[in-house]
């Protein structure tokens, strides 16, 4: 007696398949990754606020020991950094007066070319935003 062969079905993927799946993953892929990389930069915007408002703690401290804003300055020897806390923004003094401040935040690095720009603070509590196709509303 002859022995029987059994036909076992072909497993596996076919080529078409497999680029039908590439493709799917591709476009997936070509919508996801901006999206993430806007919400990378949506978080990170938080770096420039917490920095803005913790200098600005540090100018009313200031003022209330001295009573004058002239004076702080940045840096090792300043009442705060230069740079934020997570070094997304380089932070600035952009007026001092006896009765008024401006602080800024300006972007740098991979947050450079962020959408909101430079962040500003005033003593009076104003937020701005400066250089970015976003308004205040939107980006604080």
């Given at each position: ?16 398949e ?15 990754y901006?999206?993430?990389l806007?919400q990378?930069a949506?978080?990170?915007?938080s ?10 703690q ?40 006896a009765?008024?401040?401006?602080i ?34 939107q980006?604080?």
């Amino acid at each position: 007696m002859a022995a029987q062969r059994r036909v076992v079905p072909a497993r596996g993927f076919t080529l078409i398949e497999l680029m039908v799946a590439v493709a799917v993953v591709g476009i997936l892929a070509a919508v996801a990754y901006p999206s993430y990389l806007g919400q990378i930069a949506k978080s990170r915007r938080s770096d420039a606020k917490q920095a803005l408002v913790e200098l600005a703690q540090r100018f009313e401290r200031f003022y209330t020991e001295r009573g004058t804003y002239v004076g702080p300055a940045l840096g090792v020897a300043g009442i705060y950094p230069s740079k934020s806390p997570g070094g997304y923004y380089n932070l600035a003094i952009s007026s001092q007066s006896a009765d008024a401040f401006t602080i800024t935040a300006s972007p740098t690095g991979g947050q450079a070319g962020d959408a909101c720009g430079s962040f500003g603070y005033d003593s009076a509590g104003n937020k701005t935003v400066a250089g970015g196709s976003l308004g205040a509303a939107q980006c604080w």
